[in-house]
C-alpha cells in the first residue's frame, strides 16, 4: 500500500477525530507529490500521524475519505462496504422480491461510499459516479456489486455523463458495464412503474419519496389532488391506489408527462380519474381554479450551491403561497425541498412566511425525511438533504 501522502495544516485533524470524511482544501498543508485527479491519496496529520485514506480531486472538498484504517481500496474493499450496504436493505425488508424490487443501495457518505450512488430496479443496478475516484473505480465496483448481488441483477448501468465534474474532463460516457437492453419495468410497494435510466433525470426515478408517496396515499381517499412537478408520476398513482376522486398531474417537461401517463395506464388502465399537463409549474398554479384539496409540491433543487440560497427561499415563498392561496378549505399540502443546501429550518420559515402570506390557519400534521435505503451518516449531517411538510389548511 503506497499511496501519495497528503499532510494536513497543524490543528486542522480534529475534524476526522470525529470521522467527518472531507478534506477542505484549505486545510492541506503540503503534498508528497501532486496527485491527479481521482488518485487514492493517505492523509496524515502536521506530525504524520495517519488519519484516513481517500480519493483526490481539485476543488473546495480535495479529498473525500473512504477509510480511517491503513487498508488497500481494491475489489475485495468495496465487496465488503458493498455487502455491508446490502445487508442494511435487507434488514430494512425493502427487497422482497414482487411487492418491492426497488431502493437505493448506496448513498454515497450514508454508506461509506463518498461520491458513488446507486439504485436498484428489479434486475438492473444504475451506478452514478459524483467524483473521478469513483469514475476510475467503476470497473472495480461494477465486479464487486455482480459478486454481492449474485443472480439478483443482471444489468449494471453507468450513468455519470452529467454529475460528474466538468473541470475534470473525464469524458464519461453513460453506458452498460454489465448486459444490457434490460426490461425497465420495475416494482414500489406494489405499484409498477417505467423506469427511463437512459433518457430520464437522476438514474431513471426518485426512489426517496417511497415512504411518502404511501403516506400521502393514505390521505388521498375522495379527494382531488394536484400533483407538480410530477416527473414520471409516482404520487399520482400511489393517490390513485388511495382512491382519490381525481388526480391532476403536471410537469414541464412533455416527455415526462408521457412517462406520468404510461406509468398510469400500467397500474390503473382505462380509469379516466386522471389528466396530465405539461405546463410550467407557476404559470398552471396562476391559471387554476380552487378545486383540489390535496396538493404535492415537489420540485427540483432550487439551490445547488449557497451563492442562489436566497433566490431558492423565494421561490419556496413563492410556489406554497400560490397553494395555500389556491387549496380548498380543509385541504391537505404536501411540500417538499431536496436541496441540500437549504436546512429545514430555512425551508419552514420560507413556507410558513408563504403561510402568513395567505393569512390561512395551517397546522404541520407531519414532517418528513428521506427513508431509510438514504441513510445520514451520523458523522456527516450535511448527508440530510429531503425536507417535507405535511400540512393541514384551513
Known amino acids: 500500500m503506497d499511496y501519495i501522502k497528503i499532510t494536513l495544516k497543524p490543528g486542522k485533524e480534529d475534524s476526522f477525530h470525529r470521522f467527518h470524511p472531507w478534506v477542505f482544501s ?206 414520471t408520476g409516482g404520487f399520482s398513482f400511489y393517490a390513485m391506489r388511495g382512491n382519490a376522486k381525481l388526480v391532476h398531474s403536471v410537469d414541464s417537461s412533455s416527455k415526462a408527462i408521457d412517462l406520468t401517463c404510461k406509468n398510469v395506464e400500467l397500474n390503473f388502465p382505462g380509469d379516466n380519474r386522471h389528466q396530465a399537463f405539461a405546463e410550467d409549474a407557476f404559470k398552471f398554479l396562476d391559471t387554476m381554479g380552487d378545486q383540489y384539496d390535496l396538493i404535492i409540491l415537489d420540485p427540483p433543487a432550487f439551490a445547488k450551491h449557497k451563492k442562489v440560497l436566497n433566490n431558492a427561499l423565494q421561490g419556496y415563498r413563492k410556489l406554497n403561497a400560490k397553494a395555500f392561496e389556491k387549496i380548498r378549505p380543509g385541504g391537505i399540502l404536501f411540500t417538499f425541498s431536496c436541496s441540500q443546501v437549504v436546512s429545514k429550518e430555512n425551508f419552514r420559515l420560507a413556507v410558513f412566511s408563504a403561510a402568513a402570506q395567505s393569512g390561512r390557519n395551517v397546522r404541520i400534521l407531519h414532517q418528513l425525511t428521506q427513508p431509510a435505503d438514504h441513510p445520514v451518516n451520523i458523522y456527516h449531517p450535511e448527508g440530510e438533504y429531503l425536507k417535507g411538510l405535511v400540512l393541514y389548511v384551513e
Open 26 to 231: 484549505g486545510a492541506i498543508y503540503r503534498f508528497e507529490k501532486q496527485p491527479e485527479e481521482g488518485d487514492i491519496v493517505e492523509v496524515t496529520d502536521h506530525q504524520g500521524n495517519f488519519i484516513g485514506i481517500g480519493q483526490y480531486q481539485i476543488g473546495s472538498i480535495a479529498v473525500r475519505i473512504l477509510t480511517f484504517k491503513p487498508e488497500e481500496i481494491n475489489e475485495q474493499f468495496y465487496f465488503k462496504r458493498l455487502q455491508e450496504a446490502y445487508n442494511v436493505r435487507l434488514s430494512l425488508g425493502l427487497l422482497n422480491g414482487e411487492y418491492n424490487n426497488t431502493c437505493r443501495l448506496v448513498h454515497g457518505e450514508g454508506d461509506n461510499l463518498p461520491g458513488l450512488i446507486i439504485d436498484l430496479y428489479n434486475k438492473t443496478a444504475v451506478m452514478q459516479a459524483h467524483t473521478p475516484g469513483m469514475h476510475y473505480a467503476r470497473h472495480q465496483i461494477a465486479q464487486a456489486l455482480k459478486s454481492v448481488l449474485g443472480n439478483a441483477i443482471d444489468n449494471i448501468y453507468y450513468k455519470s455523463e452529467t454529475t460528474l465534474p466538468y473541470k475534470a474532463e473525464l469524458d464519461a460516457e453513460n453506458e452498460y458495464l454489465l448486459g444490457g437492453d434490460a426490461p425497465n419495468i420495475a416494482t414500489e410497494n406494489g405499484l409498477k412503474f417505467y423506469v427511463d435510466w437512459v433518457r430520464g433525470q437522476k438514474t431513471g426515478f426518485f426512489v426517496d419519496q417511497r415512504e411518502n408517496r404511501a403516506l400521502l396515499e393514505r390521505y388521498a381517499h375522495g379527494r382531488s389532488v394536484l400533483n407538480m412537478f410530477c416527473y
